[in-house]
């Protein structure tokens, strides 16, 4: 929930500092999930338009399941299967269509194994004996908890992406759970050549995480923008 908090005040930053709120702000989800969280929070407390995408077909099925049974999510929130593995972007953003905002909880994990890993870490540090062979924790599918190169190598992917769609969305975001992915990103950000990078911290508990957003608008660019918002 913080994530969306956090992402209103980053279009409120190109907004004189107001949250735009209501069905003309669109969001792109990347890696909706089964339970569809962002797009339901989000809507619920701005009003926003929400398309999600997921390369899972179970997820995409139980999001829609979700959507299907809430009559004031129908118009609101739109669910896209994302049939290749390879991109994020492409296949989901349509030609002409435009979005405020992208969000996405990336994969973490490097591979199965470093996942299981972390969950094992975890038991142990909660004092949990059955540690031999974790359940993996934050309820997560195995296309939610890891990717090959882990999440550097996603939000590089991610950026990469990105410049295919520098006009048609305002600001890209992603959270970053590893503090030392942090220098990768930033580098991957210069060679992208963005016009503006921010950073902010969310703590969580004693979990403490990281939203990097980019944009390759520059402030007036930024305010020709908005000005569609009202």
């Known amino acids: 929930a913080d994530y969306i908090h956090y992402a209103a005040d980053l279009l409120a930053s190109s907004n004189t500092q107001n949250i735009p709120t209501g069905k003309k702000i669109k969001v792109l989800d990347i890696g909706v999930g089964a339970n569809c969280v962002y797009p339901i929070i989000g809507h619920q407390e701005y009003g926003w338009q929400f398309v ?19 009559p004031n999510l129908t118009k609101s929130v739109e669910i896209r299967l994302q049939p290749s593995k390879a991109d994020i972007f492409k296949n989901i953003i349509r030609k002409e269509e435009k979005f405020d905002l992208t969000i996405c909880n990336p994969p973490f994990h490097a591979s199965a194994e470093e996942a299981n890993a972390g969950s094992q870490r975890k038991n142990r540090n909660l004092g949990n004996k059955n540690y031999a062979n974790p359940v993996l924790n934050f309820g997560g599918k195995n296309t939610e908890l890891w990717t090959k190169g882990g999440e ?20 890209f975001t992603s959270l970053v759970s590893k ?42 660019q930024q305010r020709d923008w908005v000005t569609g918002w009202s």
Do not use: H, P
């Open 52 to 70: 999600g995408s997921d390369i899972d077909d179970i997820a995409i099925k139980s999001a829609k399941n979700i959507i299907g049974i809430n």
């Open 152 to 171: 550097v190598a996603f939000v590089g992917k991610m950026i990469e992406e990105s410049k295919l769609f520098k006009n048609q969305c305002l600001w």
């Open 179 to 220: 503090s030392e992915n942090l220098g990768g990103i930033y580098a991957m950000l210069e060679r992208a050549e963005v016009a503006e990078v921010r950073t902010s911290e969310m703590s969580t508990g004693n979990k403490i995480t990281r939203i990097v957003a980019w944009t390759f608008l520059d402030a007036s």
